[in-house]
């Protein structure tokens, strides 16, 4: 099983909604990540769970919170977003460090 | 500056014809990778090059690390409308969790 899964795959919130991203993956993975992509850009790596800890944060804003329940979750709580935050938000697992990272469908999320 | 240059940033070519892409960087990398992505979709790792000089075959697909390790470059040969999308390289910076991506090559074959 090579799968990442996330949900949901589409999310519309306002700007004083609560709401949060999940991801799961059953590789065994012990790293996990969240990006953040912009339409004709690249991913921009967000957060990095090593272990179930976080071992990287890429100075993103308050508003967006991370959390590993264990080694198969991950998830993104969402709050008091902006407009510019609507991108399409990518989760991605990997065996070891960095390398050959596996990566799920993503969540489009649109912020009004 | 990026870290990870590719060229040329859109190609739109017919079906049946050869494309090259070019990954570029100052930088000397321990290993490389490239992904597809299609819209609305996720990347999906393609290859791994990890050796100067190594070239890798996926089907249609040739991938050549460069002498150096600094440099990738992915060939298709008689490109197919399935090959339509964003291909994008990889590096592993300082061999942390962090994966720079490149610029991106969008790539468009029309039928």
């Known amino acids: 099983d090579t799968e990442v899964t996330q949900t949901p795959k589409h999310l519309v919130m306002g700007m004083t909604n609560k709401k949060s991203l999940k991801c799961e993956q059953h590789?065994?993975?012990?790293?996990m990540y969240w990006y953040k992509q912009k339409a004709k850009k690249p991913p921009e790596l967000m957060f990095v769970?090593?272990?179930?800890?976080?071992?990287i944060n890429e100075s993103v804003p308050s508003r967006f919170s991370p959390e590993c329940p264990n080694s198969s979750l991950l998830n993104l709580h969402l709050h008091a977003l902006q407009p510019e935050d609507s991108a399409l938000y990518l989760c991605?697992?990997?065996?070891?460090?960095?390398?050959?990272?596996?990566f799920g469908p993503g969540t489009r999320l649109t912020v009004t | 500056t990026q870290l990870l240059e590719q060229s040329p940033q859109f190609l739109s070519i017919q079906e049946g014809e050869n494309l090259t892409v070019y990954c570029n960087s100052s930088?000397?990398?321990?290993?490389l990778q490239w992904y597809r992505q299609e819209p609305g979709e996720g990347p999906v790792l393609l290859v791994t090059?990890?050796?100067?000089?190594e070239v890798k075959k996926l089907k249609r697909l040739t991938f050549q690390f460069g002498d150096a390790r600094k440099d990738s470059s992915l060939h298709i040969t008689a490109a197919q409308p399935g090959d339509t999308g964003l291909y994008l390289c990889?590096?592993?910076?300082?061999?942390?969790?962090?994966?720079?991506f490149g610029s991106g090559t969008r790539l468009l074959v029309r039928p």
């Open positions: 991605a697992s990997s065996h070891n460090q960095g390398y050959e990272q596996y």
């Open positions: 590789m065994g993975h012990r790293a």
């Open positions: 769970y090593s272990y179930e800890k976080l071992s």
């Open positions: 930088s000397v990398f321990s290993s």
């Open positions: 090059v990890v050796t100067g000089g």
């Open positions: 990889a590096c592993d910076k300082d061999s942390s969790y962090k994966l720079i």
